[in-house]
């Protein structure tokens, strides 16, 4: 009998044994989960950091986009191009048109402009003149212009460098004694073109009745 007490303690005791060892491993995991847990919250941390990158690498790549697309814009607002040049025609005309409205203006500077250096002209009273002698003649000009214009001008010209212009000036104004006048002149220019510029040589006026 002793015995037998003796087993049913020893299988007791080894079950009740058994029973607190099972009640005790699943307070384990507990601790593991806390442990698995706790880095959880530094997971997020470099989505933050990645962002700012991610902006900073757009920005130049943008900034290269945005430059090539104002360089046609400017090229677009560059100045145009020169218009056609003047035929040799209208160029003349132009020249005897300014130096007709420099009489009456005065202005020495561009009647001085149109004649050469080797310029020989004869006036309406057949006084012979250089260049010097056009530009003194002007200057004793006392008269008060209301107009002053060419009309029928005639352009002939003889090889590339050579031309004569035959044409009438129409003057209205005032005459130094306050009388007014109204006259006309018939003159023949002769021009040349030497360096790429129009010049007169020669000159013939005569007044018109």
């Known amino acids: 009998m002793k015995l037998m007490t003796s087993l049913l303690g020893i299988l007791a005791l080894t079950f009740v044994t058994s029973a607190v060892a099972q009640e005790e491993s699943p307070s384990a995991p507990p601790e593991q989960s806390t442990s698995t847990t706790t880095p959880a919250p530094e997971a997020p941390a470099p989505t933050p ?13 943008e900034q290269p986009s945005a430059q090539k697309k104002e360089k046609p814009a400017a090229a677009k607002t560059a100045p145009a191009p020169s218009g056609k040049k003047m035929s040799v025609e209208a160029a003349l005309k132009d020249n005897e048109n300014r130096w007709e409205a420099a009489i009456a203006k005065h202005d020495m500077v561009i009647i001085g402009s149109m004649a050469a250096d080797d310029f020989a002209g004869v006036n309406f009273d057949g006084k012979v003149m250089s260049r010097s002698g056009l530009i003194a003649e002007s200057k004793k000009d006392r008269d008060t212009y209301k107009s002053a214009v060419n009309e029928r001008l005639a352009v002939h010209t003889y090889g590339p460098n050579v031309a004569v212009i035959v044409g009438t000036a129409h003057e209205k104004g005032t005459g130094k004694d306050s009388q007014p006048f109204d006259r006309k002149f018939r003159f ?20 018109l009745p």
Request: aromatic share 6%; with cysteine.
């Open 49 to 61: 950091s990645a962002s700012p990158e991610t902006r900073a690498t757009a920005t130049p790549t």
């Open 188 to 207: 023949t220019d002769t021009w040349v073109e030497r360096n790429g510029r129009w010049q007169c040589v020669a000159s013939q006026v005569m007044k």
